[in-house]
């Protein structure tokens, strides 16, 4: 229980600009639940933020807050999206300038700024590794 409560708080800074991003998109006719351990926000300005050339994406985690353009593409990237929910637990505050440092190095690296950022890349591992077993415990 205490570990539980340390997660939050370590994680709460991040979660901070999430909380923030839902109060804008739930104001601009947007929609949110709880899901477990997070709160998911979907339409209004979630959905112009991640319509935005910046992010261009379906889903984003801040803290134990995620972001979705629609409740269904919520409900496709959730598995990835609560990895970032566990690395924003383990990294607390630290997570967002690790996470533009990595894009950073992978974008001076010649890679991608986004697909090869190790904390997507570590997201879409673990991600895999869950499915894989859960697919294998169903089949036995
Ligand atoms: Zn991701």
Redesign the pocket.
């Known amino acids: 229980m205490l570990g539980k409560i340390w997660c939050y708080l370590w994680a709460s800074p991040t979660t901070l600009f999430g909380l923030l991003a839902g109060v804008l998109t739930v104001a601009t006719g947007g929609r949110g639940r709880r899901h477990g351990p997070v709160v998911e926000l979907w339409g209004g300005f979630s959905t112009w933020l991640l319509s935005s050339w910046a992010f261009r ?1 379906e ?3 801040l803290g134990h807050v995620i972001l979705g353009r629609t409740g269904s593409a919520l409900d496709r ?1 959730r598995t ?2 609560l ?2 929910v566990r690395q924003a637990e383990q990294w607390g505050l630290l997570f967002l300038p690790a996470y533009a440092i990595a894009s950073l190095w992978a974008h001076l690296s010649g890679r991608h700024y ?1 697909r090869d ?1 190790w ?2 890349i570590d ?2 591992h673990r991600d895999r590794a869950r499915k894989t077993r859960t697919r294998r415990t169903l089949s036995n």
């Open positions: 994406a889903a984003i985690t990237y990835h999206e990895e970032h986004y950022n904390f997507e997201a879409n």
